[in-house]
């Protein structure tokens, strides 16, 4: 450009000067040895310029001769790039439209000339999926793993198709070996929560679940109820190791989750099954005098039989609050048949029959009028069973 715009000024130049030159009587002489050349200002100005012009197009025409082969050489290159490029984008259409041998045909043969051979071998490894070749689906995989193994696409496609095998453990084993930097993601935090649930992996459940909370992708309540399955198991856990790891799990959790009726339940059921209720009594009773916190009356089925009797006498003066409770009805008789006190536990079973009948309470009814002899009595309870 510049070239031109030299040689446009210079022709400019030539047109303004040249009238003014070719009255003018000099001339230019050159000379070497015997050769010599003799010309008006005006002709050899002329010489220059044409000289100039030739020039330019000789360096032209050179440029483009030697360029001429490169260009020929990557044209059929840049021709399988094209086509690489056309095919990639078929193979997304083809998978979206169910045609997943099409689409893994073309999405593997052209990933190596590909701008995205990641994308490539991703659409391939679906297609594979659908057609149900695994074999060839995780070598897919592996060679997009070749690319760039931390790429979240990669573990997210990988994660769902392991899930979609339905082998959990091994879901479970693959995640366990990869980076931490992209198991933070909170996409793929959100497909690897189900999993770390079904292998009861807690702390991990825990720590994902808030993790989602944070990022938006689980609901308050969808938290909670994560966070309070997660707390029972670990309850459990504690308390196969000792009485003294079930307190101190239970003292760990904040007072809004230790307040939690549904925690404070399964943390009194396994306290009362390896010590006995003296060290939740206090705390039980008091919460039981609410009417919403019936759930707990259960935790009555396993007391020892030293606490029986303490433990009836203290549930029967709550019946005030329990009056239509069929729970705490059935759960007094449960008490006085642990005592064998056969004709109180027929009169608190009639009372639990008389709220809502069933074939479980007519069932236990009928053995304590066997136990009481009531064999009549004990015949008729049976047949009202059958009617439920």
């Not at 050899?44 to 001769?65: P, R, T």
């Not at 990933?111 to 149900?132: I, V």
């Not at 079904?198 to 808030?210: D, E, G, I, N």
Request: proline share 2%; glycine share 4%.
């Amino acid at each position: 450009m510049i070239r031109l715009l030299l040689l446009a000024i210079i022709i400019c130049a030539g047109l303004f000067l040249g009238p003014m030159l070719v009255d003018q009587k000099g001339y230019v002489l050159i000379a070497v040895d015997d050769w010599t050349i003799e010309s008006s200002v005006v002709v050899m100005v002329m010489v220059i310029l044409i000289f100039y012009a030739c020039l330019q197009f000789l360096e032209w025409a050179l440029v483009n001769l030697l360029s001429l082969w490169g260009r020929t050489r990557y044209w059929f290159g840049w021709r399988k790039h094209q086509l690489a490029q056309q095919k990639t984008l078929s193979s997304l259409l083809d998978l979206a439209g169910g045609r997943f041998a099409l689409a893994e045909k073309n999405s593997a043969r052209y990933a190596s000339l590909s701008d995205q051979p990641m994308l490539n071998y991703l659409t391939a490894a679906n297609a594979a999926q659908h057609l149900g070749k695994r074999e060839q689906r995780d070598k897919y995989l592996a060679s997009a793993a070749s690319i760039k193994s931390d790429d979240s696409a990669l573990i997210a496609t990988h994660l769902k198709m392991l899930r979609a095998d339905g082998d959990t453990e091994q879901s479970a084993s693959w995640l366990a070996t990869q980076p931490t930097s992209v198991l933070e993601q909170p996409e793929i935090l959100a497909l690897a929560l189900p999993i770390y649930q079904q292998t009861k992996q807690w702390p991990l459940v825990l720590s994902s679940a808030t993790k989602l909370l944070k990022n938006k992708l689980l609901s308050q309540q969808e938290h909670a109820d994560i966070e309070i399955e997660a707390h029972l198991a670990l309850l459990d856990a504690a308390a196969d190791e000792s009485l003294d790891n079930l307190h101190a799990y239970y003292k760990k959790l904040t007072r809004k989750q230790r307040n939690n009726i549904n925690l404070y339940r399964r943390y009194a059921e396994l306290v009362v099954k390896l010590k006995g209720i003296s060290e939740v009594e206090a705390s039980y009773f008091k919460l039981l005098r609410k009417k919403e916190n019936a759930c707990l009356i259960p935790v009555l089925m396993n007391v020892k039989s030293d606490e029986l009797q303490n433990c009836c006498d203290k549930l029967i003066a709550l019946e005030s609050v329990f009056d239509d409770c069929v729970l705490f009805y059935s759960t007094v008789a449960h008490l006085y048949t642990g005592m064998r006190q056969w004709d109180l536990a027929k009169s608190w079973y009639m009372k639990a029959i008389a709220l809502e009948p069933s074939a479980t309470l007519y069932h236990k009814l009928a053995f304590a009028q066997q136990q009481l002899g009531e064999e009549t009595g004990a015949l008729a309870s049976f047949n009202h069973s059958l009617k439920y």
